[in-house]
């Protein structure tokens, strides 16, 4: 069995997997009881009140929540956003506003750097055309945790979308108290499901103001929450079997101890691979003070026989899968420490690393 060290899709667990095994009709009672069931999970882990928000699920990816959440929540013709990047993913965000023709402006850091707050209401206060703020809370581009209590501190309101893809579930984010109107991330991240849906935590009363802006039909929260409303179903065909094994994935969610449980064992994983890797040589891409639990990033080794390619393949003939290829200019490789993996599985890792330094006489540090 393969062992991905990966941000998502991760590693799943047997009975998430077997989930899967079981057919069922989109428009089956007990199918539609589990829609209703993921929806009251995934507010309850947002610490929201269900009057005020609700949790509107998409087919497909994170990239197609955040892209649905700018389509339907932007009005073309007065809105502006303001997307705060400090890395790839950040980057998409400015990318898809591009694509779909909504105004925006940004605000750009190193990848290895933090966002700043005080720059962030800076450039709010100094810009009254600018009606949204968007930005990612765990930046996966090279492990970066950035700051999002600060919201209180505007003068102004401003709406807030922030790319909680790869944090939710790992972090306590208690949407209303940081004044999150929207809240994005998805089935195959840190609940430990499987890839094929997203969910959008939206304030309900700003959503219910979005009727007819978006310019797609298929990434329309608006109209996708509406009809959930009146049916309990989809618009269009549901992963049903991602959805059934999305629903085990959280009942493991909460038998390990929820987020707190699942917060603590990344926690040790990331802690645990980052200074074996330093003991080993390898340098950090990010200042640990400013470093999360989900992924780490390396810089690679300046000895010329390094061939990134090789050692991915060697650990891949182990059976163990690191992230291939690299997001940051910099010469980067990347291993995560989500998903279902154990002390064991990681422990394995360092073995396997320690044993390629020594057979290809690799000079690390």
Known sequence: ??????????????????????DMGSRDPKFIQIIQNIRSSLLKLSNVDEKDY???LLQGSGTYAIEATFHTVLKRETDK?????????????????SAINKKYVKLSYDEN???VIEDIIKAIQEDPEITHLSMVHSETTSGIINDIDFIHKLNRK?????????????YEIPVSKLNIDFLISTSNKNIQGLPGFAFVIA????LSQCKGNANSLVLDLYDQEEYMLKTSQFRFTPPTHVLRCFECALKEFEEEGSIKGRQKRYTELQQFLSQEMQNLGFKLFVDPKDQGCIITT????????????????????KNLIIYPGKMTKAETFRIGSIGALTMDHMISLIEEIKTYITDTNLQVS
């Open 158 to 170: 401003v709406v807030f979308i922030l790319d909680a893809v790869s944090s939710f579930g790992a």
């Open 298 to 317: 390396f810089l690679f080794p300046k000895d010329p026989k390094f061939n990134f390619n090789q050692f991915y393949d060697y650990l891949a003939n």
């Open 81 to 97: 956003v303001l997307v705060v990047s400090n890395g790839a993913y950040g980057e998409r965000q400015a990318k898809i506003l």
């Open 1 to 22: 069995m393969q062992i991905l060290f990966t941000p998502g899709p991760l590693l799943t667990t047997k009975t998430v997997k077997e989930a899967a095994l079981v």
């Open 54 to 56: 609700t949790a509107v």
């Open 113 to 115: 750097q933090k966002c």
């Open 203 to 206: 304030n309900k009363q700003l």
